[in-house]
């Protein structure tokens, strides 16, 4: 039992170093701000450009939830298209945007511990060309991302 409960204490600080590289990253804040407000700014899509930097525009056909599909209008580069995959709501929700060869893959976990809400973007780029796109591309999005995260919690805590 001792060493099930050393693993729980660990795990998540084990995951958090082995994720920062730039193929596949994260970043968690924290806010007393209530959960359902960050879960409202992430679901929001037509507003993603108040917070992601770099972003123009989203959009989203339907409603948000499994399978629905989106487009990305980026400051700079090519629009790209998204489907959510994954979506437990007011806890997560993933969505993924087709690269050659590949996928990034976007997760986004809200934790509740003490009255205070975590929240964290989870960022990872598959297939046979992670490492070019990660490097080209995830570098960029890694230094953007504390940015983006205290952006998300100013509007949390301002509604």
């Keep these: 039992m001792r060493l099930l409960f050393l693993f729980i204490l660990i795990f998540p600080t084990m995951t958090t ?9 994260s970043h968690t804040d924290s806010t007393q701000a209530p959960s359902d407000h960050i879960w409202q700014i992430w679901t929001d899509i037509s507003n993603w450009k108040q917070w992601d930097k770099g972003l123009k525009d989203a959009f989203l056909e339907g409603s948000f939830q499994v399978g629905a599909k989106g487009k990305l209008i980026p400051d700079k580069g090519p629009k790209s298209r998204f489907i959510i995959s994954e979506v437990v709501p007011d806890q997560s929700n993933t969505f993924k945007t087709k690269i050659p060869f590949g996928w990034l893959v976007i997760t986004r976990t809200l934790e509740v511990k003490d009255e205070i809400t975590y929240f964290t973007h989870d ?8 490492k ?15 940015e983006v995260m205290a952006e998300i919690k100013r509007i949390a805590e301002s509604r």
């Design 17 to 25: 170093v082995a994720q920062q590289t730039n193929i596949h990253f």
């Design 132 to 146: 070019i796109l990660g490097n080209k591309l995830g570098k960029n999005y890694r230094t953007m991302l504390p």
């Design 123 to 130: 960022v990872e780029f598959t297939g046979i060309l992670k």
